[in-house]
């Protein structure tokens, strides 16, 4: 059963315009969500993060919104460049205790292809 | 943000073989992490270590092992390399800041096995 879903496989839209990229999670103990930015044969770059006890982060460009009763997620672009295309992944983090320590474990969506038209 | 490197980026290696994929990271990060993603699928996690000489195995059942001997350092080896070990395998390291523990992760290493 997956928790966490990213049910767009891609997404085009045009240089300028605004992208918008979803994610639903299912799991309620998720209190941490992430966004990375991949590219072909390289490691995921972390983009922008958001804490369950916000609803709105914005950095830049980037803005992600967490709607918690809705389990829902979104990342928007504005404005859209051609650089931004690329694999977006959305992660989602509960803690994890182990050896006396805790750490965010992360589950992560399927991706969402992004092609930015020039 | 973290620097993490991993060293080879691509390997193409036959039947048998043992490897060794190498992870180091600078920021002093307690906690590192091994992850395996194959194409158009979303990344599983294979190991982790919250310290020096601490490891655990992840969600996804994998063949390989690793060690931390040091806290810079996660090396991932497999003892007999095969054509279902073809995937890319990705390190990660974090710190717990601030209440959140944010990931962040190496180049990756592309492993084809023949």
């Known amino acids: 059963d997956q928790q966490v879903k990213q049910n767009s496989p891609s997404l085009s839209v045009q240089e300028g315009r605004i992208s918008i990229l979803n994610c639903d999670y299912t799991?309620?103990?998720?209190?941490?969500f992430l966004w990375y930015k991949k590219y072909p044969a390289e490691g995921p770059t972390f983009l922008i993060s958001i804490s369950s006890i916000k609803d709105k982060n914005e950095d830049g460009r980037f803005t992600v919104f967490l709607n918690k009763s809705a389990k829902h997620l979104s990342l928007h672009i504005v404005p859209s460049q051609p650089g931004d295309s690329a694999v977006y992944f959305c992660a989602a983090s509960d803690w994890v205790n182990a050896g006396g320590t805790s750490y965010g474990k992360l589950t992560f969506g399927q991706g969402t292809i992004l092609t930015v038209h020039p | 943000e973290a620097d993490i490197y991993q060293t080879p980026r691509y390997l193409v290696i036959g039947t048998g073989k043992k490897i060794t994929l190498e992870c180091s990271q600078t920021?002093?990060?307690?906690?590192m992490y091994w992850y395996q993603q194959d194409p158009g699928m979303e990344l599983h996690l294979i190991h982790y270590s919250y310290g020096v000489n601490s490891t655990e195995k992840g969600d996804l059942s994998s063949e390989s092992t690793v060690s931390r001997i040091r806290t810079e350092h996660f090396p991932l080896t497999l003892e007999s390399a095969r054509p279902s070990h073809t995937s890319q395998y990705l390190c990660?390291?974090?710190?717990?800041?601030?209440?959140?523990?944010?990931?962040?992760f190496g180049p990756g290493t592309r492993l084809t096995v023949l």
């Open positions: 799991n309620s103990m998720f209190d941490y």
């Open positions: 920021m002093g990060h307690d906690k």
């Open positions: 990660a390291s974090s710190e717990i800041s601030g209440g959140t523990d944010t990931q962040y």
